[in-house]
């Protein structure tokens, strides 16, 4: 079975700009977390989509924004980028995002100029 | 007060040693823990799943969970250099907590020939 899929794997921005990454699930799963990592505060979950619907929301501003597809893949956006957001993004799939195992993918790597 | 407390380390040891690491964490409610394992620049992967107390064992790995303490621990025995990456616990409270896992800062682990 093939593991979490994410696109691009590496990005580099200015401030200001936009960006959209990718991440394709499990074969089977239907629920999508994405997670920032950054070495001074570690992972933090940014939000969770189950049947195209947001179902949870961590403390990040509203320039951060998801959705998901039909068929569970799922797309996060930042807009107007800072700096700070420089970070390793991953998206983790599960089956039903209620506690079971996540897998997550090799993360997207956004490095903001 | 963070939710989940983990020793950052550095964390030396020779081939063949057991690996104890530990981890904190704050709220009782929590009920699932997780230990996942993060080469550089990869992705996390998941070691070890455990629900409520007790000891689950996995080939070298065992993971306890002490909840009265609230405490959770991975033990490595015969740690191999290839052991050597990030070790990081992870908490999920349950309930409507939709793919939300609470980190620790992680544990650098180095296993030495």
């Known amino acids: 079975k093939a593991g979490v899929t994410q696109t691009p794997r590496y990005l580099i921005k200015t401030r200001g700009q936009q960006v959209t990454l990718s991440c394709s699930p499990i074969?089977?799963?239907?629920?999508v977390s994405w997670y920032q990592q950054t070495p001074g505060q570690g992972l933090q979950f940014l939000f969770e989509?189950?049947?195209?619907?947001?179902?949870n929301k961590g403390n990040f501003p509203g320039r951060f924004s998801g959705r998901q597809f039909s068929n569970s893949r799922s797309e996060m956006n930042v807009s107007t980028l800072e700096l700070g957001d420089s970070a390793l993004y991953l998206c983790?799939?599960?089956?039903?995002?209620?506690?079971?195992?996540?897998?997550f993918g090799p993360g997207t790597r956004l490095l903001v100029l | 007060q963070k939710e989940v407390e983990q020793d950052p380390g550095p964390l030396s040891v020779p081939e063949g040693a057991i690996v104890s690491l530990n981890c904190t964490y704050s709220?009782?409610?929590?009920?699932?823990f997780m230990w996942y394992r993060q080469y550089s620049r990869k992705g996390p992967e998941l070691l070890m799943y455990?629900?409520?107390?007790g000891n689950k064992e996995d080939g070298r790995f065992t993971a306890q969970v002490d909840k009265s303490s609230k405490y959770i621990s991975l033990f490595i025995r015969d740690s191999q250099p290839s052991d050597s990456a990030t070790y990081l616990c992870?908490?999920?409270?349950?309930?409507?907590?939709?793919?939300?896992?609470?980190f620790g800062q992680g544990t650098i682990l180095t296993v030495h020939p």
């Open positions: 983790a799939s599960s089956l039903a995002g209620m506690g079971e195992t996540q897998y």
């Open positions: 709220n009782s409610a929590f009920q699932y």
């Open positions: 074969s089977g799963h239907r629920s």
């Open positions: 455990t629900y409520s107390s």
């Open positions: 992870a908490i999920y409270p349950g309930g409507t907590s939709y793919g939300k896992l609470t």
């Open positions: 989509y189950f049947s195209e619907t947001q179902r």
